[in-house]
């Protein structure tokens, strides 16, 4: 079994088997074996750099109804908010200012902003901060990322959620598996960097359906991919199932950087909500990736995919401060580059 994992952990590509035996993988050794093989990829490819990405989550208006998300348009009891162009603005000059060279702008699918309404925020922001973009607004139609990719936004994450599509069917009842990967092959046509990924702990998701989720990054070719822990959010269908498994999501996030190579991984805020330590554990796991909240008060409370999210109560601003104590307990510091992907 050791010799077994020896061997596998040396191996360039992974068979989907042998991806199925690292994920299942729960021996401590064994796990700490798998973890600092996916450390020391990440450590070729970025060193002891960190790529912060500075997040504004504008919108919890949603058409879509995922049975998981909180947000989910018949969640009657989310208190919904849009913020404002200039409220945009003011909170990405925030992150500017704090030294972050990404901001992600994400929503629900809120078609209350017009394609030209998000054009405008992307081309203020490329003109007042030395920053890229990251959209994450679901599906929309094709010629609105025409535009937005026009006016310079540089890359879309839009994760498919699993590759498992009797899963997916079930927990998207607007949407359809197809559509999900046509959008993000288009938005990688573009000339978008892309990032995809999955919940780990949906219903009836198999370890088999997880590597499915890593082969299907990787043949897409996504610059980035990110694996996040099911957390149940309240008043959903899914409010009663067991949130994700640490562990198992872990090994896979280093199954993922092995099998991934230099895609960007992040160690999601998820993380941190299952385990105090969790965004530090998920980069002694290979990630390389954190995307701090500056989604301002009152809104960062209303913004609630799941439950218990971290951070909610805290002003932006103080977060940077413990991030980085956190960063330099394990050995990393943040980036001062763009982060772009290592793939272009
Ligand atoms: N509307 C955008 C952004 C969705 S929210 C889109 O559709 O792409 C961003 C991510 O949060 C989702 O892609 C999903 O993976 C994650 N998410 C939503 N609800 C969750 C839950 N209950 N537990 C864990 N992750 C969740």
Redesign the pocket.
Known sequence: MMRNLDEILNRDCLTKDEMVFLIHLSGENEIQKLHNKAKEIREKYFGNQIHLRGIIEFSNY?R?D?T???IRKSNNLAERFRMSKDEIISVSNQIYESGIKTIVL????DLHYSKEDIAEIIIEIKTKFDVAITL???ERPFCDYDLWRKCGADRY???H?TANKEIYKEIHPYQKYENKIAHLKYLQNIGFQIGSGN?IGLPNQTIEDIADDIILCDELNVDMASF??????ENTPLSNLPNGDMSLLLNTMAVARIVLKNAHIPSTT?LATLDELGREKGILAGANIIMPSFTPYPYRGNYL??ENKKCISENPQMCLPCLSLRLSSVGVKASDSYGHSLKI
Do not use: M, R, T
């Not at 994400?106 to 699918?109: L, P, V």
């Not at 996040?228 to 959010?233: D, G, L, M, R, V």
């Open positions: 949603c879509q995922c998981y998300c909180g994400q929503s629900g699918e994450s607004l679901g994450l839009l994760k959620e919940i996040s822990p099911f957390i149940k959010a998820a995919i799941y």
